[in-house]
């Protein structure tokens, strides 16, 4: 840590327009924990240990911090893609201190200057193959309770349609044509997109959405949400499912067919498996991708597959 870069509260009437608070405040609600953590992390590391991050002088951080934040974050062994999340968050952080004219825009342009680490990591998650999507929507068939009913439709729509957890938990009835298999999200960086699935998986969802609306008291409103929160005993609140709850569905319907799978499995395997079965464009066209190297990243085709490929190139 710099020496100029003492730990005390911000000058007064920083409070009110906090660049922490800002940044914090234009990022989606399902983002706003994640990089609340990152910041407090990379504040620990950087000696600020015994301060919560709205008491940081963010403002008064300068180039050398972030140098060493970034060694730190190295030494410590974390991946290249680790260490751009932290410096972005501290960039974001930096940029509404400058908006405050808290910092001179030629000390932004230096804190902006310093790069996170280099260097990439093999991709890593599972591709879910159709046969293994199938034997999850049986277990799930398999199971009486309404949790049954309601993990196919998660699944389904996940591994259906590739959109992301978050993005599931936000879903509102009024985003969905059914005629048209379309679901209108709300995806990183507050934008609007259209999705499809296929015709089994709004099949999945919709038995689901009739099973919930058949166990309502007589004359009450549907929920304008798609999945429920299910309490022990099969009781079906009318509270919204979390990401931790995804989390937990894809762990405990993997566990019962001997896998282990993570929520952003499904989303691989959908974009591998357009990959295979279309192409490498189409494939970014769905996944909302604006670089199609992102969406190569999520080729995660077994050792097998790339093997055989290259078996055919025999004389």
């Known amino acids: 840590m ?22 914090l405040a234009r990022l989606a609600p399902s983002s706003q924990l994640t990089m609340r953590y ?17 008491e940081i002088p963010w403002h008064q951080l300068q180039p050398a911090d972030v140098v060493a934040l ?38 932004l ?42 993990d ?16 599931s938990v936000n879903l509102e009835l009024g985003q969905l044509d059914f005629s048209e298999r379309s679901l209108r999200v709300t995806a990183k960086g507050n934008k609007q997109l259209v999705k499809y699935a296929p015709t089994w998986a709004f099949a999945k969802l919709t038995a689901w959405l009739e099973f919930r609306r058949s166990q ?16 022990r005993g099969s009781h079906i609140t009318r509270e919204r499912i979390t990401k931790h709850a995804i989390y937990y569905i894809a762990r405990q319907r993997g566990a019962q067919v001997g896998v282990k799978i993570m929520p952003h499995d499904f989303r691989r ?20 991708h604006t670089n199609i190297q992102t969406t190569a990243n999520y080729d995660v085709r077994d050792d097998n597959e790339r093997r055989r490929a290259i078996d055919r190139f025999d004389l």
């Open 269 to 288: 395997s959908f974009i591998t498996r357009v990959i295979e079965e279309h192409d490498l464009s189409i494939a970014q066209k769905l996944a909302h």
């Open 70 to 107: 970034v060694a730190a974050l190295r030494e410590d062994g974390y991946a290249p893609n680790t260490s751009s999340l932290y410096v972005n968050a501290v960039r974001g952080v930096m940029n509404e201190a400058w908006r405050l004219s808290l910092i001179s825009q030629d000390h």
């Open 2 to 23: 710099t020496d100029l870069l003492q730990p005390h509260c911000l000058p007064a009437g920083a409070h009110e327009a906090n660049p922490l608070t800002l940044y």
């Open 216 to 231: 309502l008291p007589e004359g009450q409103a549907d929920d304008p949400f798609l999945f429920n929160r299910i309490r």
């Open 109 to 150: 342009l230096k804190m902006r200057s310093v790069k996170a680490m280099g260097g990439t990591r093999l991709a890593q998650g599972r591709n879910l193959k159709r046969s293994l999507i199938q034997e999850l929507m049986a277990v799930c068939a398999a199971d009486p309770r309404p949790q049954g009913l309601r």
């Open 38 to 54: 990152v910041l407090q992390d990379a504040a620990d590391r950087l000696g600020f240990d015994e301060l919560n991050i709205d």
């Open 152 to 167: 196919a439709a998660v699944i389904a729509i996940l591994y259906g349609s590739g959109m992301r957890k978050s993005e």
